[in-house]
């Protein structure tokens, strides 16, 4: 029959607080395999985060399928032993790939790294003290107090845990009754953190900075643009966050954070995942009827240090709001990328995003102008045109930057005051100097209709209901394409041939092209 223990959250929680909060001196992993010394960094002193965006992302960031990548850069202070010794960076990201780990500040060098997959878990732990004494305690079945004796474990974790005791052998959970094991600490290697390991050769014993590098898997940024039209009609204010996801189990506290835009060249790299192994007890066949029950068991881990209690929260009186953020300094050049520097450190939670402040323009002057593509051969009949504002990324206009791909999204202010949308869209690279547009809903008073005519021949009709002149551009086919018409050429629009018309109050004009 097979049990399914569960582990209480505290005995749990407080397992992997031990392992995680022991001193480094205290938690010594023994020897490496060539007899070396140990030393373990529990975690670093600051941190640098440079996330890389997905080549073709687009839209909300999925933590579970995060495109990008990230250059994370950690600064450890370390106490190396003389002669060879392990050194094990603790709390690496999950995703860490450890080919490319750079270490700088060894005294002796990098002998050799590995990156340990096994974490502290229930299965672990068990596998790790094959061999080794533990404490169970079970209730007795005619007292119904509890009884604590040493055991050894001599098998498992898989399918089942066997224990030698006094009375012999036996096998975890069949008793029918309550049982939990004590383990006297964590078996050497294991961790609560992913670990990076590499192996040294200090000419002397010192304390020295180290800086490890590497790139980790599991990141991906997203800009979004929030405008919001002025009451003039003929500028707006422009901000911008930069979402940053954060996929790996691990947080990087009080970072500093750097993203990239633009596409690198990437290959395929396989991600090393962590082996974490729940633990499964399986009763063989000992006459017992009562073997499923599902009682608590607890793991617990002693050791001779003990916990210091969290101070108590003190009340403070309310304190006045911080000072606005800095402005976000402009873009730097990174070859042909862009590099984008938040100006505060931040803290990057596990599995979560962050949202930082990426720019911030004011009085942008925009055109208010009609769109609407049309392809050749195509037969629309008096179609909606799409309402947009063009705004010029130049420094006179109130920008001048690069612009990283985003989501767009514009408000105005209606007669109340009441925030309202007008459109919502998608923003791709655009260089200093370039021209972009935003959404700002569609319009039923500004149509399009076309027809086709003769072969290869089209025309298109374009009609303005409204008592104001609009301005009308309408791309035909797509970039590269050849489209012809008599007596002037059509304007190049992003590549596209486009027909750019001005339409007084109730006008309407037509374009005749060859295609």
Not at 135 to 146: E, P, S
Not at 232 to 247: E, H, M, V
Not at 421 to 443: C, I, K, Q, V, Y
Request: charge should be positive; proline fraction near 8%; glycine fraction near 10%.
């Amino acid at each position: 029959m097979t049990a399914r223990p569960s582990f209480p959250v505290p005995a749990i929680a407080m397992l992997l607080a031990l392992a995680a909060g022991w001193p480094v001196n205290a938690r010594e992993a023994a020897r490496g395999e060539g007899g070396e010394k140990a030393v373990t960094s529990p975690g670093p002193g600051s941190v640098e985060l440079t996330v890389y965006r997905a080549p073709y992302g687009n839209g909300a960031l999925d933590l579970r399928s995060l495109g990008g990548f990230a250059m994370v850069t950690e600064t450890r202070k370390i106490r190396l032993p003389r002669g060879r010794a392990v050194l094990r960076f603790e709390g690496v990201a999950e995703g860490i790939i450890p080919v490319s780990a750079v270490i700088e500040g060894l005294p002796g060098g990098t002998v050799e790294k590995n990156r340990d997959a096994r974490l502290l878990s229930p299965s672990s732990l068990v596998d790790g003290t094959l061999g080794r004494q533990v404490t169970v305690t079970r209730t007795d079945k005619v007292t119904g107090n509890k009884v604590s004796e040493e055991a050894t474990i001599v098998a498992g974790p898989r399918p089942g845990v066997v224990l030698r005791t006094a009375t012999g052998v036996e096998t975890l959970r069949c008793s029918g009754l309550p049982e939990r094991l004590e383990f006297a600490g964590v078996p050497a290697g294991l961790s609560s953190k992913p670990v990076l390991s590499v192996v040294t050769d200090s000419p002397s014993a010192r304390t020295v900075s180290v800086r490890l590098s590497y790139i980790a898997s599991g990141f991906d940024w997203r800009a979004s643009y929030v405008a919001t039209q002025a009451s003039d009609g003929r500028s707006l204010d422009l901000f911008a966050w930069l979402s940053l996801g954060n996929g790996n189990p691990q947080g990087f506290a009080d970072a500093q954070v750097r993203a990239v835009a633009g596409k690198v060249n990437r290959v395929a790299t396989p991600m090393l995942r962590a082996a974490v192994g729940a633990l499964r007890l399986q009763c063989f066949p000992l006459g017992t009827t009562t073997s499923n029950l599902r009682e608590h068991d607890d793991i617990i881990v002693t050791a001779s240090r003990g916990f210091e209690s969290a101070p108590a929260m003190a009340m403070t009186a309310m304190s006045a709001p911080p000072p606005p953020a800095p402005p976000p300094p402009p873009p730097e050049d990174l070859g042909d990328l862009k590099l984008y520097r938040v100006p505060e450190r931040v803290t990057v939670s596990p599995r979560s995003q962050k949202q930082v402040a990426l720019l911030a323009r004011g009085q942008v002057p925009f055109e208010r102008r009609y769109r609407r593509p049309v392809y050749p051969g195509q037969r629309i009949e008096a179609v909606a045109t799409t309402v947009v504002l063009v705004l010029r990324n130049k420094s006179e206009a109130g920008l001048g930057l690069a612009l990283p791909a985003g989501s767009t999204a514009l408000y105005a202010n209606g007669q109340s005051g009441e925030r309202l949308l007008l459109g919502l869209g998608s923003l791709t690279d655009r260089a200093e100097g370039e021209t972009f547009r935003l959404a700002a809903g569609s319009s039923t008073q500004v149509v399009v209709t076309q027809q086709g005519g003769p072969a290869r021949e089209s025309v298109i009709t374009a009609s303005n209901a409204n008592p104001f002149p609009v301005v009308l551009e309408v791309p035909i086919g797509s970039a590269g394409q050849k489209i012809k018409v008599d007596g002037a050429a059509l304007d190049a629009v992003d590549g596209i041939a486009t027909w750019s018309v001005t339409l007084a109050p109730r006008e309407s004009a037509q374009l005749y092209y060859r295609f």
